[in-house]
């Protein structure tokens, strides 16, 4: 194989700049809802772009999700987001969350799997850890 090597012009660009805030509430039984069972977990997050370079968006996004386990190694999980260039998605998913394996489960745009629409962005995420 030969090649050869030519000088490029220099450049610069901006990396991309995020403020990302959030807060979690936890709560065990009892505790913020006494009527239902279980742990649940609350999260609430405002992402903000704070320049247009490479893909980010200035635009505001508020994400709320939640995780309920009545069952111990069956969490629950939805959530929903609004801005950010998006518009509005309802996410949804579950885990098998064992000792040593953890599946998780989940879909980032749920609501468009009931749309009369043919589907667009609708996808499913699967992960697996293994403690050792």
Known sequence: MRGYN??????SSSLPTTLRIGATLQTDESQLFPFLPGKMLL????????????GNITQPRFSLGLEYRVIPFLPLRTGISMGGGEGVHWAAGFGLDFHYVCLDVATE???MLFSKKI????????GLRIII
Do not use: C, H, K, R
Request: proline content about 7%.
């Open 6 to 11: 030519q000088t490029g012009e220099p450049f």
């Open 109 to 111: 745009n749920f609501g």
């Open 119 to 126: 589907p667009q962005n609708v996808s499913i995420a699967a």
């Open 43 to 54: 999260a609430f997050d405002y992402t903000q772009g704070l320049n247009s370079s490479m």
